[in-house]
């Protein structure tokens, strides 16, 4: 019986027997969708908006093809992810206008778009159950509590060599190490230890107390207040080295607070920046017990490259020449990670 043109693409593709399940491409998905659903304006000849479904599998396709992972895990938040946070800080991202439209050029009404999110939404998961990737969403979590927790998993596993974390969203930055690197699509620039010291001006493993003292505007969590970057650094500078506890900070600056007005800040804010440090660090401590089963099942069930079904997706929702010859697309970023799926 003669094979089909797609499986014998398939039968084309060899396994690379000198690579081993040692490399992780870890990619925050809400975050890589809304990115492209606001930047890219695709339009299908229906009229239909689609910058979100093309934008996501070619920022993640070229991800891949510049870290070359054995694995990937793609983490979505699970509903109610942000109930946790609030329950401990009631105004944890209250800030959020969720009436507001992000894209004013294509749509007519913030109803519209959301129509258009969730449609490509749901769409985006069938295409990416037809590749041999891993989908992880917890309800109950954010994706920011389940890559920190696989992300320190993997770091100290032995047999892992490398893991890349795949997001705009800089507070993973608090997770770079040696092993751990953030690729940034935004600003096109992968995070080592090096990377976050010369731009920050703290140690990777320090960034947590960075990001405690400043405080995130974004997610609606104060800092200390007339505190900025450069004073921060003159008044610690102890955060560009090892790592430093919180404890350590609050009480270097109640034996300073007659030197520096800042200090006493630091130590008056002391409350709200314990609630900081247990709404920003990524140590997995969000996660239960149960949880973290949950992940390690998840971990484990990947999906297969299903080239016909995804061609009959793309053809159907007409994406055109979005992905240019998007048949070797499939099999020179896919084919090979069925290998280690």
Request: a neutral charge; hydrophobic letters at 35%; one cysteine or more.
């Amino acid at each position: 019986m003669q094979k089909s043109k797609y499986e014998q693409l398939l039968s084309n593709i060899q396994p690379d027997i000198r690579k081993e399940l040692n490399s992780i491409l870890i990619v925050d998905g809400l975050n890589t969708f809304l990115r492209s659903f606001t930047m890219i304006n695709h339009i299908n000849p229906d009229g239909h908006h689609i910058g979100g479904l093309t934008g996501f599998l070619k920022s993640i396709g070229y991800t891949i093809r510049m870290c070359d992972p054995t694995k990937v895990i793609i983490v979505f938040d699970g509903v109610g992810g942000s109930n946790a946070r609030r329950n401990l800080f009631p105004d944890y991202k209250a800030n959020r206008n969720t009436n507001r439209m992000t894209n004013y050029s294509i749509f007519q009404s913030k109803d519209e778009e959301q129509e258009s999110i969730n449609n490509q939404m749901e769409r985006l998961i069938q295409y990416l159950q037809c590749l041999p990737i891993t989908i992880v969403s917890i309800d109950g979590l954010e994706a920011d509590d389940i890559i920190g927790y696989l992300a320190t998993k993997f770091e100290k596993h032995s047999e892992t060599s490398k893991v890349t974390i795949m997001s705009a969203d800089k507070d993973f930055l608090q997770l770079v190490s040696p092993k751990v690197s953030l690729y940034s699509p935004t600003k096109k620039k992968l995070y080592t230890p090096k990377d976050v010291l010369e731009e920050f001006g703290v140690s990777s493993i320090n960034f947590i107390n960075y990001k405690i003292l400043l405080g995130d505007a974004s997610d609606n969590v104060p800092g200390v207040t007339g505190l900025g970057p450069k004073k921060l650094i003159k008044l610690f500078p102890e955060l560009t080295g090892n790592k430093v506890t919180l404890d350590s900070i609050i009480e270097k600056s109640a034996g300073l607070i007659n030197e520096n007005k800042l200090y006493l800040s630091v130590v008056e804010r002391s409350r709200q920046l314990y609630i900081n440090q247990q709404l920003m660090s990524l140590d997995g401590d969000f996660l239960s017990p149960e949880n973290k089963q949950l992940v390690k099942d998840a971990f484990n069930n990947s999906y297969s490259l299903n080239l016909p079904i995804f061609i009959q997706l793309y053809h159907n929702d007409k994406l055109g020449e979005s992905i240019p010859n998007v048949s070797s697309w499939l099999t020179q970023l896919f084919g090979y990670l069925n290998s280690f799926k």
